[in-house]
């Protein structure tokens, strides 16, 4: 895929490239001026001398000889009094036409000369009568001394643009080029300064961030547009999410009603293996209405953490749990490190979040065997089966939302993703711990130095 160039180079190349057209006009302008105003057609004083420069050569015998060039046939032409004395530096001479008599005496003193301007009425400005000009020719250096006949020809006049551009404009343009792409890095770099802090404040919201927006003081306004038309996009993603919570929460609500009457009937039934499936499909329910209201209380994100025991909070949700577990065939093991072990949190959500793994085992740990719940010294509690375990490949997959294990659809792949959710709000995690054991084990552990403290209680 071709790379893109960034904004700083697309400016240094389009400057450079205006830069270089401007320049390139404003010499065809100015040139055009000139030429317009009639200068080098009427003013110009070396018209003839061009002319006999381009068509001095020598001959075989290495004489000063005049090639019959076009211009030269045009000038006779144009100028039947054409005279004029061409030397060398060797003093030959080449001499046409007669020369005025008040220019003769300068023709036996042209030795003496370098470059004149010979006029008539020398109190006059303007173009003078005759020019005396050394200048390079076909047969070498020569001296011409002529009258300042013709005119400037356009192969000269666009000879004379060219070397222009060359000798002068394009120096300016390279030093222009190299300023601009030392300088406008540097402006461009300075004038997106404010888009760079609105780029970062951006790497920084997250999707459970209520009311983000990004700065637009400090953006170029040409921008501007684009962050006033994100953050207008985030305010609606707010409002969509504030009715998605609130949808969600009154759901919840709706279910907890019927869901008690289903418990309350239900536990009437006579005893039978009917009443604990249904038993059993009612704390599922129960389950899936605290579940949803704790992902509504989650987004709210109110986080007045305090004091919390996990071995008194493991006790209370085995104490809801157990019965159901010992009537679902299972043995229960309690099995704390302290008699309190302290963390910082929200007490209603710790318990969600354990009671969600016990039910995790009770459905899946195959109705058999025992169910332990370990609090350690260091601030972490387990909760293990005795049932079939779960694949190594799918020990990431069961925390995503939806994701259920096996193929019996209990449940609605929830739990252990609010889990997960619960754990990283209180800077922990849920991970599933190897055992000696068979089943499965999964960990809640409290990060951090200091994440957790174990008192012994002394009688």
């Known amino acids: 895929m071709m790379r893109r160039p960034s904004l700083k180079w697309l400016l240094v190349s389009r400057l450079v490239a205006l830069q270089a057209t401007m320049l390139a006009v404003v010499l065809l302008i100015a040139m055009a001026t000139i030429w317009a105003t009639g200068y080098l057609l009427d003013d110009y004083e070396g018209g003839s001398l061009d002319v006999l420069a381009d068509a001095t050569e020598r001959d075989a015998a290495g004489e000063l000889v005049l090639r019959a060039t076009p211009d030269l046939v045009r000038l006779r032409a144009k100028t039947p009094e054409l005279w004029f004395s061409i030397r060398d530096t060797l003093g030959q001479r080449l001499q046409e036409g007669n020369i005025p008599a008040a220019y003769l005496p300068a023709v036996a003193v042209l030795g003496q000369l370098s470059d004149a301007r010979l006029s008539d009425q020398p109190e006059l400005e303007g173009k003078p009568d005759a020019v005396i000009k050394w200048v390079e020719s076909p047969a070498g250096r020569v001296q011409i001394f002529t009258g300042t006949h013709g ?55 997250e999707f459970d961030k209520r009311g983000a927006q990004l700065e637009v003081s400090g953006v170029p306004i040409e921008i501007r547009a684009l962050v006033t038309a994100i953050n207008d996009a985030l305010r609606r993603l707010d409002a969509g999410y504030e009715r998605h919570q609130h949808f969600l929460a009154q759901a919840a609500h709706e279910l907890r009603t019927p869901i008690a009457i289903l418990n309350a009937r239900v536990s009437v039934l006579p005893a039978s293996a009917d009443k604990r499936d249904l038993l059993e499909d009612a704390a599922r329910l129960t389950t899936l209405a605290g579940q949803l209201l704790d992902l509504q209380r989650l987004g709210q994100k109110h986080n007045d953490f305090l004091p919390v025991d996990l071995v008194a909070m493991a006790k209370q949700v085995l104490f809801e749990l157990g019965p159901l577990a010992l009537a679902a065939g299972y043995d229960v093991s309690f099995e704390p490190a302290c008699d309190q072990v302290w963390v910082t949190g929200d007490q209603t959500s710790l318990e969600r979040a354990l009671t969600n793994l016990v039910q995790n085992a009770i459905d899946h740990g195959g109705r058999q065997g025992t169910i332990t719940v370990r609090v350690g010294k260091g601030g972490f509690v387990e909760v293990c089966d005795e049932g079939n375990g779960i694949p190594l490949d799918e020990r990431e997959q069961i925390f995503e939302p939806f994701n259920r294990v096996g193929a019996d659809g209990r449940g609605a792949g929830l739990g252990l993703n609010l889990v997960r959710e619960i754990m990283q709000l209180h800077g922990g995690s849920i991970a599933v711990v190897n055992t000696t054991s068979k089943g499965a084990c999964l960990r809640m552990s409290f990060l951090g130095d200091g994440a957790a403290r174990c008192d012994v209680r002394t009688s």
């Open 151 to 205: 005119q400037m020809s356009a192969q000269r006049f666009a000879k004379g643009i060219s070397g222009g551009f060359i000798s002068v404009i394009l120096p300016v343009i390279v030093l222009m080029a190299l300023a601009t792409s030392l300088v406008t890095p540097l402006v461009v770099r300075r004038a997106l300064a404010g888009l760079g802090r609105t780029v970062t404040q951006a790497t920084h919201i």
